[in-house]
Every structure is written in structure tokens, then in C-alpha cells.
T-cell receptor, first 115, second 110 residues
């Protein structure tokens, strides 16, 4: 499967726990973007990363959320001390070339549920 | 920042008819306008895109038109089929960010 791979597809956490969401970009893509989608809403940008660099994190909440894209391995979106409001679908996208005006290809998302 | 509005929020058409979804944007610097189709439980799938130096683009039954002066762009689906039923999102991209519309839920009635 040459598409963007996200795992897990579904994640259930209790309030106060940590959630780790993983994203492997398409082969040959070195730019990764994370988005959050609430029910009945569009996608909201969170963060844009290249290998070992955060390019734009203007959409990330100031606390509890962090993201990385190491030299080896998938990109990770980490949410510490989760709260009910973190329940959402989190999508990762990747692009081959740099720049916001490049086509982004999405994975099928991680549905995060907070009990 | 950019503000993207999308209409209608829901749309039902008979199989074989055409469907049109419209989006407006506010930032004249926006220069890239993709459209995504999202099926239930799946991620958005890029179906067509247009850049600001082009007024119209077509790919089989799907076409997109762009009016830079009026700052609006539209998705046209002809000869609709039941498998076209999904949520469609427009987006407008400025130099440094994607802005998505709120989505249109399209139902094609057999």
C-alpha cells in the first residue's frame, strides 16, 4: 500500500492518559501535515513537519500537544493528559514537494475517543 | 487569515443529474484550490485541483471553475452516480496554510 498510513485507526483513552498517533507518509514524501476534524466540521490544520523539523505549528494548542517527525520512522502526534474535548478524528497528510500549494494526500485517520 | 465558505451544506440529486458545489474565499493571495471527497470512515481524497492562473479544469465527469475577481470557485459533477455520494470539501491555500470549507454532504438518489 503506497498511501499514507495512520495507526491506530481507533484509539480509546481515559481522561488524563496519553495518546500517541502515528503517521507514515507516502513513499517519496518528506512533508507531513496533521489535521483535526470534529463531527460535522471541516478539517483544521494543526502542524506541518519535515524530517526532524517543525515548519509551522500555528494550529497546535499551546499545551499538551506535540508533534515530531524523526529522521527514521513515522511522524508522531502526542497528546498528554487527554480531556473529553480531544475526542475527534485526526488526519495526517503528506506531500512530495515543499510548499502549501502542493497536493496533499490524506490517510484514513485515527478516531480518538476519550472516556 | 483566510475564510472559506461552502454551500450548500447538503445536496440531493437524482442519479444522472448534475451537482454543483460553490465556495468563496476572502484572501486574494490564495493561489491553490483543491477539492476533496470524503467517504464515511475514510480520509479526504483529492479529486481535482486548480491554480490561480487557470480558470477551468476538467477531469472526466468532474470540473472546477475559478473566478478570481469574485473570489469563488465551484465543483461540477455531471452524470452523477450513487458512488458519488460522499462529503465534499473545498480548500483555499495562501502562502502558508490550508483553509478548508465546512463540507457538502452529497446524496445521489438511484
Amino acid at each position: 500500500n503506497a498511501g499514507v498510513m495512520q495507526n491506530p485507526r481507533h484509539l480509546v483513552r481515559r481522561r488524563g492518559q496519553e495518546a500517541r498517533l502515528r503517521c507514515s507518509p507516502m513513499k517519496g514524501h518528506s512533508h507531513v501535515y496533521w489535521y483535526r476534524q470534529l463531527p460535522e466540521e471541516g478539517l483544521k490544520f494543526m502542524v506541518y513537519l519535515q524530517k526532524e523539523n517543525i515548519i509551522d505549528e500555528s494550529g497546535m494548542p499551546k499545551e499538551r500537544f506535540s508533534a515530531e517527525f524523526p529522521k527514521e520512522g513515522p511522524s508522531i502526534l502526542r497528546i498528554q493528559q487527554v480531556v473529553r474535548g480531544d475526542s475527534a478524528a485526526y488526519f495526517c497528510a503528506s506531500s512530495r514537494l515543499q510548499g502549501w500549494n502542493q497536493p496533499q494526500h490524506f490517510g484514513d485517520g485515527t478516531r480518538l475517543s476519550i472516556l | 487569515g483566510e475564510n472559506v465558505e461552502q454551500h450548500p451544506s447538503t445536496l440531493s440529486v437524482q442519479e444522472g443529474d448534475s451537482a454543483v458545489i460553490k465556495c468563496t474565499y476572502s484572501d486574494s493571495a490564495s493561489n491553490y484550490f483543491p477539492w476533496y471527497k470524503q467517504e464515511l470512515g475514510k480520509g479526504p481524497q483529492l479529486i481535482i485541483d486548480i491554480r490561480s492562473n487557470v480558470g477551468e479544469k476538467k477531469d472526466q465527469r468532474i470540473a472546477v471553475t475559478l473566478n478570481k475577481t469574485a473570489k469563488h470557485f465551484s465543483l461540477h459533477i455531471t452524470e452523477t452516480q450513487p458512488e458519488d455520494s460522499a462529503v465534499y470539501f473545498c480548500a483555499a491555500i495562501t502562502g502558508n496554510q490550508f483553509y478548508f470549507g465546512t463540507g457538502t454532504s452529497l446524496t445521489v438518489i438511484p
